[in-house]
């Protein structure tokens, strides 16, 4: 998703950032642990009016492993960094975030968050119910738009823009519970980790069409991230849902051009451009295109811009797996998924950032638009009663194992 502007307002995190921890480490585990530790101490303990969440495990030998998060219920669940340890990078941060007292002190709360916006600036937001792009027509004050599903109306805030003309093409994007309180939350300890789960009642307050209710798993394990959202429409209406994650995922390196894509999507759904990447309602084939990410070791991501969706995914023994590589620090990461409504793949990664975002959702950008012909955009049908559930872990690896 174009993102132009929160890559201007992110220049001081990005300081801060380049001098400490998210820097790719060269030297040993402890001095990079050191540094970790010294940041931390500076920071919040609530966010939002609700504490911080840190799942943490031991490390155990000298494989890459998973050692920490830090969860922010107060923000919609948002993973807002993951702390790994990696053979050559000691200990890291995997997600692109600056500390959590310079996003609390900087970002949260401020003009550009009215909508919860700067959760998905860095860190990981969940997205619900509905992740990307949404149109309508705009309101007389700018603050909604309106858009419908089979005949009922729905008004949605009006929270993004053009990268290039704030005030032009407004639209809604990412869901309802940017900001949002979790309740109920509980973490407890597993053979090899910790695990959090929260409810959100009511999710949506009103702006959906029934009344909704969440419910989060976030485990740690050494070899996963393992996240889950139940959606259960507790209402008395029909009801469209989506979901989805938004992770940063850090290339270690900081070597945008050589790392490795694999997205196992064969269709891209053509948008108008990248400053409002909106569909066209068109889906085009990628191969032999510079969107074919298709070699299961991935392509070199070079000096092109992305921010696209792919669909008619290629599923494995149920699972959908996408994978970032780093050759220049042998590292990857996948996002692995598991629930079969997951029809789209999103990722963000213009050629200037150290990251790329990946986003398994159930639908197509615009799910509502009529671009689409009456085409199925991947929105989940709940009826009173019914639920559905989003599942996709982490998971990291070397590129190239040691013999």
């Not at 998210?22 to 030297?27: A, I, Y």
Request: with cysteine; net charge neutral; glycine share 8%.
């Amino acid at each position: 998703m174009s993102r132009f502007r929160y890559l201007a307002w992110l220049a001081p995190a990005l300081l801060i950032v380049v001098a400490g921890c998210q820097k790719p480490s060269t030297s040993s585990t402890k001095t990079t642990a050191a540094k970790t530790t010294s940041t931390a101490t500076a920071e919040p303990t609530e966010i939002n009016g609700m504490p911080v969440v840190h799942l943490k495990r031991k490390q155990t030998g000298d494989t890459p492993q998973f050692l920490g998060m830090t969860i922010l219920p107060g923000r919609g669940m948002n993973t807002f960094q993951i702390t790994g340890y990696f053979p050559g990078l000691g200990v890291f941060h995997v997600l692109h975030a600056p500390t959590l007292e310079v996003a609390n002190t900087k970002y949260y709360g401020t003009a550009s968050d009215a909508y919860g916006d700067d959760s998905f600036a860095f860190g990981g937001a969940f997205l619900v119910p509905y992740p990307n792009r949404i149109l309508g027509k705009v309101s007389a004050d700018k603050k909604t738009i309106t858009t419908y599903w089979h005949g009922h109306k729905l008004v949605l805030p009006a929270n993004w823009h053009n990268s290039a003309h704030p005030t032009e093409d407004l639209h809604a994007m990412h869901g309802l519970i940017l900001k949002e309180n979790a309740s109920n939350v509980k973490v407890e300890n597993t053979p090899d980790g910790q695990v959090v789960t929260a409810d959100m009642p009511d999710a949506f307050h009103g702006q959906w069409l029934s009344k909704t209710d969440l419910h989060f798993r976030i485990a740690l394990t050494a070899k996963a991230i393992d996240a889950q959202i139940t959606a259960k429409n507790v209402g008395n209406e029909d009801e469209p849902m989506s979901m989805a994650w938004h992770p940063y995922l850090r290339i270690p390196s900081g070597e945008h051009a050589q790392a490795l894509l694999h997205v196992p999507g064969t269709m891209r759904a053509e948008v108008n451009n990248y400053q409002d990447v909106f569909v066209t309602g068109k889906l085009m084939p990628v191969k032999g295109t510079r969107w074919d990410f298709l070699a299961p070791q991935g392509k070199p991501l070079d000096h092109g811009y992305l921010d696209d969706n792919w669909s008619h995914l290629l599923w494995k023994n149920g699972k959908l797996t996408v994978s970032l590589s780093d050759p220049a620090s042998n590292y990857k990461i996948s996002e692995v998924g598991f629930s079969p409504q997951i029809k789209t793949i999103q990722v963000y990664s213009p050629p200037t950032v150290k990251f790329a975002v990946v986003e398994e959702q159930f639908n197509f950008a615009d799910p509502f638009g009529k671009e689409w012909h009456g085409m199925n955009t991947g929105m989940v049908t709940l009826k009173p009663g019914q639920s559905v559930t989003w599942h996709v872990q982490l998971q990291m690896s070397e590129l190239h194992p040691a013999k």
